[in-house]
């Protein structure tokens, strides 16, 4: 949950910095360097930095002061420092990471779905892929991204299994991250819209296999158009050459 008020704006800034490597692993600052650096009371300044070590990425000891923690000990999974490191100069590892994560977790999350989840869930996938079809026809991509957020949270949540469904806001990072950088396209590919449009009939029928073969093939063209992206930021699809930009960034896969 993103942290709002005085010290939520400093919390961010610190982990901002911290996420961009200018204060490194080991090394020390005072609560006074917080409270000057930033402007702010004794009181905003310790309940940022209480903050930050529930996040992991700093210890405080009396007599020792407010350390910094290696990235390894970090609460990775916390949305916030997921929003630090995308916002950083490292945001490509960031984005690997999450990338690498979905799939590892979804393609099982939807064999899991097709095995125990509920009627009523199952036709609630079905919904929502055919909500993201006629959404990729409108041209509209912040309703296609909350439609797209809509299916993944439910394919976890369908799962049955507690610890993938609490993934899912780790996961949609990835998503909100590709419309804030922008990683985003301006058109969507009409064959990753089939793909969700089969997994929701996949899990709806039964068939585990075929849900994981194709969640599994969805976060895979996420995670290629993503590294194309990478590749070719934004404005850069010209200098592709002819015949390429087709294959670059202006056919978007939903992820």
Known sequence: MELHGLHGQVVRRIGESL???????????????????????????REAVRVLESKRVVTSRPRVGITVRP???????????????????????????????????EPSAAALAAVSASPDTRNTLVELAREMESIAHSDDIQGFIAADLAFHRALLNASGNGMFA????????????????????????????????????????GRPEDA??????????????????????????????????????GHGHPV
């Not at 996420?19 to 009371?41: F, K, N």
């Not at 609490?166 to 793909?195: F, G, N």
């Open 19 to 45: 996420a961009s490597d200018e204060m490194r692993a080991g090394e020390v600052i005072r609560l006074e360097d917080v409270q000057e650096r930033y402007g702010v009371s004794r009181t905003v300044a």
């Open 71 to 105: 990235t390894a000990e970090w609460n990775l999974y916390d949305p916030q420092v997921i929003r630090w490191r995308l916002a950083s100069p490292f945001r490509s590892t960031q984005l690997r990471e999450l990338a690498e994560l979905r799939a590892a977790v």
């Open 166 to 205: 609490q993934l899912s806001e780790v996961t949609e990072e990835l998503l909100v991250a590709r419309r804030d950088l922008p990683l985003m396209p301006d058109r969507v590919d009409a064959d990753a819209v089939r793909r969700h449009t089969e997994a929701a009939e996949a899990i709806s029928g």
């Open 212 to 249: 994981a073969r194709c969640v599994r093939a969805i976060v895979d063209c996420a995670h290629h158009e993503v590294e194309q992206l990478l590749a070719y930021p934004a404005g850069d699809a010209a200098e592709q050459g002819p015949g390429k930009q087709g294959q670059g960034p």
